[in-house]
């Protein structure tokens, strides 16, 4: 988490600051938008960031989840749940400050400011990162949760790459997205972990 928190400071002074970083942030956003990924692929991946599509992802599988630890007997089965959605809710808590914070304008086309970091980006990791992380507890074998855990990735990166190739956002704003809610799955984490296997160990026994 302290990595994080330092690569997040790093590139938001830099881009508030106008440093070489943005300077080479600014360079990168067009060749990526030149790239050959046909808009449609671009358009798509870009959508699945949006609340439309991430949000019900995440409350589907936060309700499944939910269901399965409590009839399964799970100690304390809504806590791993209701964590994710208060991780969703911190999406807009922590992206509109900032972005009115920085106000950075956005790529070549698009109007105003306000785009750093990416509301996207920040949605899509929290949605399909906290969904993977509440999936893994239910899936047997280290195959099934690598593979998730890529899938999850991939996704992640896809969405991306479909902001700044579809001219939505800057790189650095996907960057800042990426590690911006990587610190609060993190938290995620870290309260599940805490407050909810550690009693269910205990309680274990008296549930057999």
Same mark, same amino acid.
């Given at each position: 988490?302290?990595?994080?928190?330092?690569?997040?400071?790093?590139?938001?002074?830099?881009?508030?600051?106008?440093?070489?970083?943005?300077?080479?942030?600014?360079?990168?956003?067009?060749?990526?938008?030149?790239?050959?990924?046909?808009?449609?692929?671009?358009?798509?991946?870009?959508?699945?960031?949006?609340?439309?599509?991430?949000?019900?992802?995440?409350?589907?599988?936060?309700?499944?989840?939910? #269901?399965?630890?409590?009839?399964?007997?799970?100690?304390?089965? #809504?806590?791993?749940?209701?964590?994710?959605?208060?991780?969703?809710?911190?999406?807009?808590?922590? /992206?509109?400050?900032?972005?009115?914070? /920085?106000?950075?304008?956005?790529?070549?086309?698009?109007?105003?400011?306000?785009?750093?970091?990416?509301?996207?980006?920040?949605?899509?990791?929290?949605?399909?990162?906290?969904?993977?992380?509440?999936?893994?507890?239910?899936?047997?074998?280290?195959?099934?949760?690598?593979?998730?855990?890529?899938?999850?990735?991939?996704?992640?990166?896809?969405?991306?790459?479909?902001?700044?190739?579809?001219?939505?956002? #800057?790189?650095?704003?996907?960057?800042?997205? #990426?590690?911006?809610?990587?610190?609060?799955?993190?938290?995620?984490?870290?309260?599940?972990?805490?407050?909810?296997?550690?009693?269910?160990?205990?309680?274990?026994?008296?549930?057999?």
């Amino acid at each position: 988490m302290s990595l994080c928190a330092l690569l997040f400071a790093i590139v938001t002074w830099q881009v508030i600051a106008e440093g070489p970083l943005r300077d080479a942030d600014e360079r990168l956003g067009p060749w990526i938008t030149g790239s050959r990924l046909p808009d449609g692929a671009a358009e798509f991946l870009a959508d699945l960031g949006g609340v439309a599509v991430a949000a019900p992802v995440l409350a589907a599988v936060a309700a499944w989840t939910a #269901w399965r630890g409590r009839l399964d007997g799970v100690f304390r089965w #809504w806590l791993a749940p209701v964590t994710a959605v208060v991780a969703m809710a911190a999406v807009p808590a922590l /992206v509109i400050p900032l972005k009115v914070l /920085v106000d950075r304008t956005g790529p070549a086309g698009m109007d105003g400011s306000g785009y750093y970091p990416s509301g996207h980006t920040a949605t899509a990791m929290v949605a399909y990162g906290g969904a993977a992380l509440l999936l893994l507890p239910h899936l047997r074998g280290t195959y099934a949760r690598r593979e998730l855990v890529i899938a999850c990735a991939l996704l992640n990166f896809g969405v991306g790459l479909g902001l700044v190739r579809r001219g939505y956002h #800057w790189p650095l704003d996907v960057v800042a997205g #990426w590690l911006l809610f990587g610190m609060v799955l993190q938290v995620m984490v870290i309260v599940i972990a805490r407050y909810g296997r550690g009693s269910a160990e205990e309680c274990g026994p008296a549930q057999e």
